[in-house]
T-cell receptor, first 111, second 111 residues
């Protein structure tokens, strides 16, 4: 399989910081996406990393290390509305059309 | 700008029947992908289309087929439905190399 691994569940409290890790097989790697999915809704785009390093977008940051096959999504100043599933997806093709998804990390934020 | 739209949103069918799902991408987007999401398997790639041509196909049986029209709208068809086809079917479209937008999905239940 594609062996995209991420933790199944995580919990945190409001205002805290949480890091969601994702590891993947490096062969054919051509970019990594993070998506947020609330229950019963479609995934929404959070970030895209194709080069090593940290990309910051407001409260959310995403990091990539291509040589290690590793990425993380960092969520700061957690809010209740951040409770959702976070999906890591790897692109291995020449187009963006075929993404390989991890099973998702269900994050619960407690008051 | 309207997002990706999918119809119908909910569908109930019985085993052996066939079903057609529709996806209208964001205006100006010519690339469309389809995914199946189930609790057991997560998000799995079905097809990718660009300018009415199928560019990639996932590892699904021949009962699953699709097509794209000249206006970029796409349809997927599942024939001889099985219980295991019950899932959320998601369509995504994109135009730039760093963002992919998902529609709300069609929830298919096979009885």
């Amino acid at each position: 399989g594609q062996n995209i691994d991420q933790p199944t569940e995580m919990t945190a409290t409001e205002g805290a910081i949480v890091q969601i890790n994702c590891t993947y097989q490096t062969s054919g790697f051509n970019g990594l996406f993070w998506y947020q999915q609330h229950a019963g809704e479609a995934p929404t785009f959070l970030s895209y990393n194709v080069l090593d390093g940290l990309e910051e977008k407001g409260r959310f940051s995403s990091f990539l290390s291509r040589s290690k096959g590793y990425s993380y999504l960092l969520l700061k100043e957690l809010q209740m509305k951040d409770s959702a599933s976070y999906l890591c997806a790897v692109n291995r093709g020449s187009t963006l059309g075929r993404l390989y998804f991890g099973r998702g990390t269900q994050l619960t934020v407690w008051p | 700008k309207a997002g990706v739209t999918q119809t119908p949103r909910y569908l109930i069918k019985t085993r052996g029947q066939q079903v057609t799902l529709s996806c209208s991408p964001i205006s100006g987007h010519r690339s469309v992908s389809w995914y199946q999401q189930t609790p057991g398997q997560g998000l799995q790639f079905l097809f990718e289309y660009f300018s009415e041509t199928q560019r990639n196909k996932g590892n699904f049986p021949g009962r699953f087929s699709g097509r794209q029209f000249s206006n970029s709208r796409s349809e997927m068809n599942v024939s001889t439905l099985e219980l295991g086809d019950s899932a959320l079917y998601l369509c995504a479209s994109w135009v730039r190399d760093n963002e992919q937008f998902f529609g709300p999905g069609t929830r298919l239940t096979v009885l």
